[in-house]
């Protein structure tokens, strides 16, 4: 059974359609990332995931519980932090995880045994006394993630959890949640537009635009989806008869010389060396062999392209 | 649900006494309301303090003061400090959310006033007693008991509803200081009652016995009560709350 299932899953506001006929499937284990730009959806999405708002159109199940029928039974399985951490800012951060402990019926000592747990790796424990309030926000966002993991929660939603987070402290974050994700073995759906962010601690992503999934895959998936990956050789002795012979290798989708150099867009890029092998053998000086790597950001804003060209 | 609804009056009770900001200066304030009804003004008034019965008055309106400062942060707080929609993807079910909040409202307000009257009561001893122990007489006990916490119950139900509707604390702040001014609106409009109606309503209530009068008030409020928190529970929506 996946984690979350959604079946043409529809919500609109007035004119705006949030979320448009999604059809999502995210397995059990994994760490699944739904990119989008603002407003693109992503927010509702976990909102009629986690049942706090109705589908127009549609369904969801999360565990196999329907989000609208058993909107409960799927939050009691769930942990969440939303668009904002949603800390009590005038509590200690012991507090803070008590109070969700006690929500989720943890007896004292299991209370008191995981927020050791929880906020020593986050280098927090020493100072869980202290209310927050003053805390700066790299720091509240880690109690936070902390707070959604406190019940030891099967699926966990982390909406943008490095927004408004400065590089240092967006970096700290994701360490630490890639460490807890490994150490807790949850299932995360982690919604965000910081690409890195994707490619490092998701194994699925899923991009969204306008409430409509474009993609869904692997990020290499995408990758190879969406563009070629590209190699830029310069050298001396790049004939007409060169370009014309490399055409003809079936490793090799287009080529083009551009500023001097030859660009090649080919299949595989752990092959190029039979490219390189070819120039050399066609008595090609080659100076320098340059490969691209295509990352997830430029598999986004491909997308997003597509997506504006085929509304144009 | 019974222990969901204490887990959400436990919070509200931790943020209610907490020093620091908004709410924490109400610590602060609590401490100069208790010297101010509990020493100050019993030690004006001397031993009628303890012995008056119309004093039931006072023991009657003081849970409408103390829950009013507190009430207003419980829903429209949460939504101002962006905490509410955390809660609202917890487990918790709908009532006990909402009755956490009003239970923590209510007991703050007759808790407040009875630790009032438990220091007013030691100050008239302590400056007035030396002819033996005065105590209040047992109707203004039992009164002011029953009238705190139904007091204390109808301000937290106001409040309740005010803080679901308001869009921030200062408007459901204002929103309550102008039910308080409606309250004595009553008070207000006996002037322009016609004297022969006034003769003739005073002449029922001297005839009516004031134990009477208790029980009959005190069904009016419990009835008020249930209607309130019943148009609350239909108000606390989740998906109406996060849209708001």
Not at chain 1, 166 to 185: C, I, M, Q, Y
Request: aromatic share 8%.
């Amino acid at each position: 059974m996946n984690a979350i299932q959604t079946n043409q899953l529809t919500r609109s506001f007035g004119e705006l359609k949030a979320v448009d006929h999604l059809t999502l499937e995210v397995p059990r284990g994994m760490v699944f990332g739904f990119l989008g730009p603002n407003g693109s959806g992503k927010t509702t999405t976990i909102r009629l995931l986690l049942g706090l708002l109705d589908a127009d159109q549609g369904e969801a199940q999360v565990f196999g519980f329907n989000t609208k029928t058993q909107a409960n039974e799927v939050r009691v399985r769930c942990g969440a932090l939303l668009e904002h951490h949603g800390l009590y800012e005038r509590l200690s951060a012991a507090e803070n995880l008590d109070y969700y402990g006690r929500i989720w019926h943890m007896s004292k000592e299991d209370r008191e045994q995981r927020i050791r747990e929880l906020l020593e790796p986050l280098d927090l424990y020493k100072r869980r006394d202290e209310p927050i309030g003053r805390w700066s926000r790299g720091m509240k966002q880690k109690l936070a993630v902390a707070r959604t993991l406190m019940h030891r929660p099967e699926l966990i939603f982390l909406d943008e959890p490095t927004a408004g987070l400065d590089p240092v402290a967006s970096t700290a974050l994701r360490d630490d949640l890639a460490t807890l994700v490994a150490k807790e073995g949850v299932t995360i759906f982690l919604t965000t537009h910081n690409l890195a962010e994707a490619e490092k601690l998701c194994t699925q992503v899923a991009v969204i635009n306008h409430g409509q999934l474009l993609a869904n895959g692997s990020p290499s998936q995408l990758r190879a989806r969406t563009s070629a990956p590209r190699l830029y050789i310069t050298g001396q002795g790049i004939t007409s008869q060169v370009l014309d012979d490399i055409k003809k290798n079936t490793l090799v989708k287009r080529v083009q010389q551009q500023n001097g150099r030859l660009v090649v867009d080919v299949n595989d890029l752990t092959r190029s060396h039979e490219i390189v092998k070819q120039l050399v053998n066609a008595n090609v000086l080659i100076d320098e062999v340059h490969k691209e790597k295509i990352d997830l950001e430029d598999v986004f804003l491909q997308l997003m392209e597509e997506e504006k060209r085929g509304e144009e | 649900m019974i222990a969901d609804i204490f887990n959400v009056a436990w919070k509200e009770f931790r943020e209610i006494l907490t020093f620091g900001d908004v709410r924490g200066r109400s610590k602060f304030s609590q401490i100069i309301m208790i010297v101010i009804f509990g020493v100050v003004i019993p030690l004006q008034n001397g031993r009628h303090w303890v012995t008056s019965p119309i004093n039931i008055l006072v023991w009657g309106w003081m849970p409408f003061l103390w829950v009013s400062g507190v009430v207003a942060d419980l829903f429209a707080g949460e939504r101002e400090r962006h905490t509410l929609e955390s809660l609202l993807a917890t487990r918790l079910s709908d009532q006990a959310i909402l009755f956490g909040k009003l239970l923590a409202a209510l007991t703050y307000g007759f808790t407040l006033t009875w630790v009032i009257m438990l220091v007013s009561l030691v100050t008239i001893n302590v400056a007035y007693g030396r002819d033996g122990l005065l105590f209040y007489p047992t109707l203004i006990t039992l009164g002011a008991l029953v009238f705190s916490i139904l007091i204390s119950g109808l301000s937290a139900s106001i409040g309740v509803l005010v803080s679901l509707r308001a869009g921030s604390v200062r408007q459901a702040q204002q929103m309550m200081s102008v039910g308080m001014l409606l309250l004595f609106v009553p008070f207000m409009l006996i002037q322009f009652i016609p004297k022969n109606l006034l003769i003739s309503i005073a002449t029922i209530v001297e005839n009516v016995q004031p134990v009477q009068v208790a029980i009959g008030v005190a069904a009016v409020l419990v009835i008020l009560e249930i209607i309130l928190i019943a148009i609350a529970r239909r108000l606390f929506q989740r998906s109406k709350l996060i849209l708001d």
